[in-house]
């Protein structure tokens, strides 16, 4: 699987996607539509960014992004506060990077 259809925010009632070990590296803006969507895996693919409204994901509390390519995860406050659970090691972070996701992580997690 090397990409997914924008068409894919048309599944309102999607509550699980599960897309580990994939050659994704990028997600549809669409996306964000999934506010139904309670877990999203994302570990092990080749995902370099985020969409910026994965924010609107109002229900998520399940995110993993690690082992992916994500040299920066520019994921809103609002998000993280709502996650019981946020995995993100394996990702090329700069210094800064890791420093501001901890700080965030204690934070809310």
């Avoid at 925010?9 to 070990?21: A, M, R, T």
């Avoid at 994939?22 to 506010?35: A, D, H, K, R």
């Avoid at 994901?57 to 809103?76: E, F, I, P, R």
Wanted: aromatic share 4%; with cysteine.
């Amino acid at each position: 699987l090397t990409s997914l259809p924008e068409n894919l925010g048309k599944l309102v009632n999607l509550k699980y996607l599960f897309l580990k070990n994939t050659q994704l590296t990028s997600l549809p803006e669409s996306i964000g539509e999934l506010v139904n969507l309670q877990e999203l895996c994302l570990s092990d693919t080749q995902l370099t960014s985020l969409p910026e409204n994965l924010g609107k994901l109002v229900n998520l509390k399940h995110l993993d992004l690690s082992n992916n390519q994500l040299t920066s995860l520019d994921l809103c406050e609002k998000l993280v506060s709502r996650l019981r659970e946020f995995h993100w090691k394996g990702n090329p972070l700069d210094e800064a990077e890791i420093k501001r996701i901890e700080k965030l992580m204690n934070t809310y997690l």
